[in-house]
């Protein structure tokens, strides 16, 4: 523990593949695993206030924190590698800086001055990276700067690194950057002069980097080091390497490997000792060395970036190395998804995840998807709009309500089983406004959310709008669809799950957001169970016919 509180700053030139966000929580995985306190923010350079409202094929998940911030992505790499839960002031945009800076000159705080980028929006962005530090929580703050040296958004975000290193003073404030070093198949060498102009591009800005963090396909020779240290102007043991990963869990170890964690302490003037990483090794051995596999399908209709749907990708893994399976994925695009074409693209797997969204797009095809599983036996999880999908294909083909809908697809359906918030009902703005953050959730006695989470009562994440419309709960329950967890302030529904079924979970909030190395979620690790033993008992019954 320190007793002041330490900054480390991660910009990134031309970077591709891995970023500054997994160095970020690597680095920030080994100074824990040495007794300190970390955290880690993200700064973004866009003028959206939050990702709230972009569209996932433009900026990846929006990863919601307990206290219902709507964040970027890399928060969620954050969590999963620290275990240590983030919040609202993890994540800064510059629409957030910009709207809190025009609040107060709207408010006469700054007493009749011209307001400027400097100092007033630096100040604004010094004031956001500090306050975690000031909280005393932590020893180590790591701040993840947005976008590429040299953008005109990322300028005043360096502008206030630069005044952050004077005011902090020596050895409580370094930088890291993170930069290409390409390989060139025709000459057959790495060439550093991208690393060296960005390098360059950054001291433009008043901002020596402390570390270099190069990533490249091919080890660094040590020339190439030395060369790199010279015209950078850092030590040659701070010009550290970042070699492809066959996964971004090896990572942590890379870096170990490589002395990054040493190199930081030591310019920070702080203890160094040997990080106890043996339970993330664990985890990785796990990972890397299964003893089967099984193939779940994911249904949803922004498949074609894998970014998309990030967080319940890495909660499979991290729920796959529990029950050393590993956890074969395919994407499968709802829009293309119809009864005629639903056998074939489903018969064969194992489970299916029906995957979180928003609008009318692709949700027959999920409906169909619902409905082949849970006809065929086959283990299901949905999640928010995928459990929606579910009490809608359950009200549909056995209550026999045809037209059973939800009103976010259908305003004016007579039977909405799926139906809007009454707290919801007038708000016209998109962003900020839905059922988010940590909610509480009863678990029903005797039923298979209670088994698997093995407790009374949880809290989950979420994010939407829509709700199970109580009016026909008992209609349901009396046909089979159970609900097995419900807020016990509001008594919405949370979880619905079918008994008759081998394994079968629709649950309105998002869990994949809180899987972690350490702490994999039940939820998923009981669904690839299931997976497996519906994988085992098929074969059998397979060979059993031949």
């Known amino acids: 523990m320190t007793t002041t509180t330490k900054y480390i700053f991660v910009t990134g030139g031309v970077t591709s593949s891995l970023g500054k966000g997994i160095i970020a929580a690597s680095l920030a995985k080994l100074l824990q695993a040495q007794g300190y306190r970390v955290t880690i923010q993200k700064l973004d350079p866009y003028i959206n206030v939050d990702p709230g409202t972009l569209n996932p094929y433009e900026h990846g998940e929006c990863y919601v924190t307990d206290d219902g911030a709507e964040t970027d992505l890399d928060l969620g790499h954050y969590e999963r590698f620290l275990n240590v839960p983030t919040s609202q ?10 709207q809190s800076v025009i609040e107060k000159e709207r408010r006469g705080e700054f007493l009749g001055k011209t307001v400027q980028v400097i100092p007033h929006i630096t100040d604004e962005i010094k004031a956001r990276v500090q306050s975690l530090g000031n909280s005393g929580d932590y020893d180590i703050i790591i701040t993840e700067i947005g976008g590429t040296v040299g953008d005109i958004e990322s300028l005043p975000y360096i502008e206030a690194v630069r005044q952050l290193r004077w005011d902090l003073g020596e050895n409580n404030g370094i930088v890291i950057h993170l930069t290409l070093v390409p390989f060139l198949s025709a000459a057959g060498e790495l060439k550093t002069k991208p690393t ?22 091919h080890d660094l020779p040590n020339d190439l080091r030395r060369k790199l240290a010279l015209f950078c102007n850092v030590k040659e043991e701070a010009v550290i390497q970042s070699i492809d990963a066959s996964t971004i869990y090896d990572v942590p170890n890379l870096m ?80 293309y998804l119809s009864s005629d074409n639903i056998k074939l693209k489903l018969s064969h797997l194992d489970g299916v995840l029906v995957a979180p969204g928003f ?102 994440r979420h994010r939407h709008r ?21 807020n016990p302030n ?57």
């Open 89 to 98: 002031a993890n994540n800064v945009t510059t629409g957030r800086i910009y």
């Open 196 to 217: 060296q102009h960005s390098v360059k591009t950054l001291m433009e800005s008043g901002v020596q980097a402390d570390i270099l963090v190069c990533r490249t396909e």
């Open 256 to 335: 170990l490997d490589q002395g990054l964690d040493k190199v930081v302490l030591k310019k920070l003037n702080l203890k160094s000792t040997k990080p106890d990483i043996s339970r993330w090794n664990e985890f990785v051995k796990r990972h890397k060395n299964p003893k089967t596999e099984v193939t779940i399908g994911l249904v949803g209709k922004y498949v074609e970036l894998q970014d998309s749907y990030k967080s319940i990708l890495e909660a499979l893994i991290h729920a796959g190395a529990e029950n050393e399976v590993k956890v074969n994925i395919e994407s499968i695009h709802s829009e």
């Open 359 to 460: 609008g009318e797009r692709g949700i027959e095809g999920k409906i169909d998807a619902v409905k082949f599983v849970r006809e065929n036996n086959i283990p299901f999880l949905g999640i928010c709009l995928g459990m929606q999908m579910a009490v809608i294909e359950f009200a549909r083909n056995v209550l026999k309500i045809k037209d059973a809908n939800s009103t976010e697809m259908a305003p004016d359906c007579d039977n909405p089983v799926i139906n809007l918030m009454e707290d919801q009902k007038n708000i016209t703005e998109m962003g900020g406004t839905m059922r988010l953050g940590s909610w509480d959730c009863d678990l029903k006695m005797g039923s298979l959310a209670r088994d698997i989470y093995k407790a009374e009562s949880i809290k989950e």
């Open 466 to 486: 829509y709700e199970f419309n109580s009016a026909y709960k008992s209609q349901m329950e009396e046909k089979g669809l159970i609900a097995s967890g419900l």
């Open 490 to 546: 509001t008594g919405l529904v949370e979880i619905v799950e079918l008994p008759e079924h081998s394994w079968f979970v629709g649950v309105q909030y998002h869990p994949e957001y809180k899987s972690t190395v350490a702490n994999p979620h039940p939820l998923f690790v009981a669904f690839v169970k299931a997976a497996f033993n519906y994988k085992k008992k098929h074969k059998s019954a397979t060979l059993a016919q031949k």
